[in-house]
C-alpha cells in the first residue's frame, strides 16, 4: 500500500467521522482534514487515470471548501440570527 493510498484512508474516514461530531467545535475541523486529503486524491486519480474519480475529487474538494468557508472563514451571525423557532405549543398533538 502506497503512501497516497494510506493518507486517503485516514484523512478521509477522520473528516466523515468528524462531520458526524454532535458539537460545531469538533464538526468544524471535518473540512481541515477533508481538503488535507485532496492532494492525494488528485494524484491517485490522476496517475491512475480515474477521470470519474478526478471529478468527483473536484466535488468534493468544491464541498470542502464550502466548509472552510462556513467554519472558519466567514463571520459569525449573531445568535438567533437566521434560525426559525418554534415555541413547544405550536406543536400538533
Request: hydrophobic content about 55%.
Given at each position: 500500500?502506497?503512501?497516497?493510498?494510506?493518507?486517503?484512508?485516514?484523512?478521509g474516514?477522520?473528516?466523515?467521522?468528524?462531520?458526524?461530531?454532535?458539537?460545531?467545535?469538533a464538526?468544524r475541523?471535518?473540512?481541515?482534514f477533508?481538503?488535507?486529503?485532496?492532494?492525494?486524491?488528485?494524484?491517485?486519480?490522476?496517475?491512475?487515470?480515474?477521470?470519474?474519480?478526478?471529478?468527483?475529487?473536484?466535488?468534493?474538494?468544491?464541498?470542502?471548501?464550502?466548509?472552510?468557508?462556513?467554519?472558519w472563514?466567514?463571520?459569525?451571525?449573531?445568535?438567533g440570527?437566521?434560525?426559525?423557532e418554534?415555541?413547544?405549543?405550536?406543536r400538533?398533538?
Open positions: 500500500m502506497s503512501f497516497d493510498q494510506i493518507a486517503i484512508a485516514l484523512l474516514a477522520l473528516a466523515a467521522w468528524l462531520s458526524q461530531a454532535r458539537t460545531d467545535s464538526r475541523w471535518a473540512p481541515v477533508g481538503m488535507l486529503g485532496q492532494p492525494f486524491w488528485f494524484y491517485a486519480s490522476w496517475e491512475a487515470g480515474q477521470w470519474g474519480i478526478f471529478v468527483v475529487s473536484v466535488l468534493y474538494a468544491l464541498a470542502w471548501m464550502k466548509g472552510l468557508w462556513v467554519y472563514l466567514s463571520s459569525k451571525p449573531a445568535a440570527v437566521g434560525t426559525l418554534f415555541p413547544p405549543e405550536s400538533r398533538t
